[in-house]
């Protein structure tokens, strides 16, 4: 414990002073949370070990016939990255929520909704693009055609981002509840849906040989719609949850 | 310049049953205010109120005679709040932690600065030992070494005496003392009589 001499004249901070630096906090807050999963290599494993177990169950409870898993593989690689992300959710506060640290990031002068997008960004940075990157490996399983694999990584990397951002707010609403998992799905489900149409649509443009762009575009403006809303209702999410 | 937290009829009603009513409460600089109750009674509420935490009260608080709402940016700059747990996250550690803290206020801080922190608060060689390592009262020092590491004017402690040995105990009273002998204000909440000579604001409730 330090001497009694350590404590200097204090300082009271007024509306002159300089606002703290946000990239700062926002840099610092992403670099904690990237090493906080360093440590925690099981949960990040998790969902694509999930992921991966799930589609090669397909080839071997449905059939080996190509024709048949080309027809359904766009689909079941969006449909099965979809849980693999749902399941990676519950954990976005939830560790911060029981040690504190989500009551001092509200209580900081940082806006919260960009510190939680960090932790979003984290999140998608950890499961979403790994998801993306894994899915072509998946997709030789599922006899997807090579020339549609650069649609599926693109789309799945564009869509995961919405997913993570649509989920924080899920994420957000539930962390104060004992077993809000299944909350969290019933809640977040509905919401994922476009993004599972149009992510799906583009790779089965691609496996037919169709203009790929405008789904997507329609992605990368679901991205857009999210990132413009979804901070401020993970914001308010987590003062509900905090104060409720 | 003087800082000064004013409550003014202060209650809290949870469960159909109110914990508190009617509650004025001035905190200038140079104060040490402890706020005493059985289990219950709503010291953490009060506490969370104080802190700007809680929303659900009525009554009105007011930072340096602004209304707190209006001002919550430069309150939360000057406010520091340690409550029941700790804040610091297991998988880090201690010095990771801190640098997260003193990011939060925009400061980059040295890893020099946050060693000598934690060996003021008997923590050298836990430096780097992940805080889920550590006992109780090593967490709870880790997340009191922000008091010295984060300069703030207004403290607003949920019992920080929780799992700190004896010496601990009377070095934290110390602290509190100095920094109220600087200018600043404390709001602690505690079951054990603090035993220093500073004047010293009471209120019970329950």
Redesign the interface.
Known sequence: ???????????????S?A????T??L???LV?EL??MR??RGEVLNPLVFYALAISLFPLGISPEADLLTAIAPGLLWVMALFATLLSLDGLFR??F????L????????PLAA?SVTKVAAHWLLTGVPLAVMAPLLGVMLALPLHSYGVLMVSLALGSASLSLIGGIGAALTVGLPRGGVLLSLLVLPLYIPVLIFGSGAVQAAVVGDAVLPHLAMLGALLAAALIFAPWAIAASLRIS??G | MTLCLQGRQLGCERDDRWLFSGLDIEINHGEILRVTGPNGSGKTTLLKILAGQLNDFSGALHWNGQPLSQVSEQFAANMLYLGHAPGVSAWLTPLENLAWYQALQGERGSEEQREAALARMGLQGLEDTPIGHLSAGQQRRVALTRLSLTPRALWVLDEPFTAIDQAGVDALEAQLAAHADAGGAVVVTTHHALNNARPLCHIALG
């Open positions: 414990m330090p001497s009694s001499d350590t404590t200097p004249q204090v300082a009271i901070v007024s509306e002073k606002k703290p630096r946000l700062v906090a840099r610092a807050t904690r090493s906080r440590r925690r560790s911060d029981d040690d504190g640290s009551e001092q990031m509200m209580l900081s002068p940082q510190l905090i104060n």
